[in-house]
């Protein structure tokens, strides 16, 4: 049984960082793809973020150069680290793998 538990977000201004992480069970992150997503009010669900076998990382055109993936594989989590945040970066970010999601976590950036 796969789960899959988000946290790190929270209330910012624009132009700082968070770390969003992705803890998972069932699975080892290594052998495998995880993704993180997000979802605007009112906005369909966007891919953020791919991480595949753990080494190999693709953004949307609307994160590329602030957002990071990588996957600690130790403790099997993966994490979004997120720079030069925007107001348009509000969102509940998700994480999943296949079929499997997670509750996600309420990004919001504001002034």
């Known amino acids: 049984q796969v789960q899959l538990v988000e946290s790190g977000g929270g209330l910012v201004q624009p132009g700082d960082s968070l770390r969003l992480s992705c803890s998972a069970s069932?699975?080892?992150?290594?052998?495998?793809?995880m993704e993180w997503y997000r979802q605007a009010p009112g906005k369909q669900r966007e891919l953020v973020a791919r991480?595949?076998?753990?080494?190999?990382?693709t953004y949307s055109d609307s994160v590329k150069g602030r957002f990071t993936i990588s996957g600690d594989y130790a403790k099997n989590a993966v994490y979004l680290q997120m720079n030069s945040l925007k107001p348009e970066d509000t969102a509940v970010y998700h994480c999943?793998?296949?079929?499997?999601w997670g509750q996600g976590t309420q990004v919001t950036v504001s002034s």
């Open positions: 999943r793998n296949g079929p499997d």
């Open positions: 069932g699975i080892t992150i290594g052998s495998t793809t």
């Open positions: 991480i595949l076998r753990g080494y190999f990382a």
